[in-house]
């Protein structure tokens, strides 16, 4: 059973940046997604960047896209979220997720999740 552990969140201004790390217990194959969610109080969960364990190119949410920077390391089996030109709407609990055999990056396709890291910026 994957586990996997996320941290960086914290408490910042308006166009600060964050840097969010998702460590898992274990290898991750090529194959699979991962990817980082939040979650805002009283909305619905959204995915905000995807990458593949074994590299290839990631995709955003017009949300972030160009101001947020998904990577992994495969050697430290750990996925990254770099957080640039943080917005207050930007606040959430940021959640890992890492997906199983299917290897979709859509949250039904997400077999592990983190507990998430919470992410507070004020304006």
């Known amino acids: 059973q994957l586990q996997l552990a996320e941290s960086g969140g914290a408490s910042v201004q308006a166009g600060g940046s964050l840097r969010l790390s998702c460590a898992a217990s274990?290898?991750?194959?090529?194959?699979?997604?991962m990817g980082w969610f939040r979650q805002a109080p009283g909305k619905e969960r959204e995915g905000v960047a995807f990458i593949y364990s074994g590299g290839g190119g990631a995709t955003y949410s017009d949300s972030v896209q160009g101001r947020f920077t998904i990577s992994r390391d495969s050697a430290k089996n750990t996925v990254y979220l770099q957080m640039n030109s943080l917005k207050p709407e930007d606040t959430a609990m940021y959640s890992c997720?890492?997906?199983?055999?299917?290897?979709?990056?859509?949250?039904?396709?997400?077999?592990?999740w983190g507990k998430g890291t919470l992410v507070t910026i004020s304006s």
């Open positions: 997720a890492v997906s199983g055999y299917s290897g979709s990056c859509a949250p039904a396709g997400m077999q592990y």
């Open positions: 274990g290898y991750i194959p090529s194959t699979r997604c």
